[in-house]
């Protein structure tokens, strides 16, 4: 079964400090994806990224990086020289590749930011 | 666009009533999905469609139900309202046929049962 485990709840920093935000997932299957979203406290949700299991390769896009690693099964979220405007709750998702290329979430429990001035 | 689109924003039920929350999308989506998202919880998958006519559970499918009689919408039905299924849910979409692009998703329905 499918499980995704982010084991931060609540992340307090200052402006401009880096945080990371850790995610380990379970699957069974060799084809799957990860994702990360963002939740500000207005309420939508905000995708961040998408990652296939073959390609480990990190990424980064601005302040936002991403360090996949399929031997600890984790997919950790770097932001640097956080800002205010960071503060959000982070919510990392997995999905296999499912037959007929449905795509369901399974959806970690997420780790709430707060960034202080 | 209007992208994926929820309807009401926030509603306030009376144990037993029923309702239906709407979604739709306008970007021609095979794959629609229902969530809910709990404190603590994350979100959880209730119902999703693959296409018109073809709908399956997800994880907590128990006390809704679901129809999808065009590609555009995807209405949750809740029969008998609960105040266990006070929570914020989710409508997404995505392209699926195996392309596995990102799900949208709608703004959210706050429903509160008393």
């Known amino acids: 079964a499918q499980k995704v485990t982010q084991a931060q709840t609540e992340i307090s920093v200052v402006e401009k400090e880096d945080v990371t935000l850790d995610c380990v997932y379970e699957t069974r299957d060799t084809t799957y994806y990860l994702f990360w979203y963002k939740q500000p406290p207005s309420g939508e949700l905000v995708f961040l990224i998408r990652?296939?299991?073959?390609?480990?390769q990190n990424e980064i896009s601005g302040r936002y990086s991403w360090n996949f690693q399929k031997s600890t099964s984790s997919f950790n979220f770097t932001i640097t020289a956080s800002q205010v405007v960071d503060s959000a709750v982070y919510f990392c998702?997995?999905?296999?590749?499912?037959?007929?290329?449905?795509?369901?979430?399974?959806f970690g429990k997420g780790t709430k930011l707060t960034v202080n001035p | 666009n209007a992208g994926v689109t929820q309807t009401p924003k926030f509603q306030v039920l009376k144990t037993g009533q029923s309702m239906t929350l709407q979604c739709a999308q306008d970007?021609?989506?095979?794959?629609m999905s229902w969530y809910r998202q709990d404190p603590g919880m994350g979100l959880r998958l209730i119902h999703y469609s693959v296409g018109a006519g073809i709908t399956d559970q997800g994880e907590v499918p128990n006390g809704y139900n679901v129809s999808r009689s065009t590609t555009e919408d995807f209405p949750l039905r809740l029969l008998s309202a609960a105040p266990s299924q006070t929570s914020v849910y989710f409508c997404?979409?995505?392209?699926?046929?195996?392309?596995?692009?990102?799900?949208?998703f709608g703004p959210g329905t706050r429903l509160l049962v008393l």
């Open positions: 970007m021609n989506h095979e794959y």
């Open positions: 998702a997995l999905s296999e590749a499912a037959q007929g290329g449905s795509e369901k979430l399974v």
């Open positions: 990652r296939n299991s073959f390609d480990e």
């Open positions: 997404a979409s995505n392209y699926g046929g195996g392309t596995l692009e990102t799900q949208y």
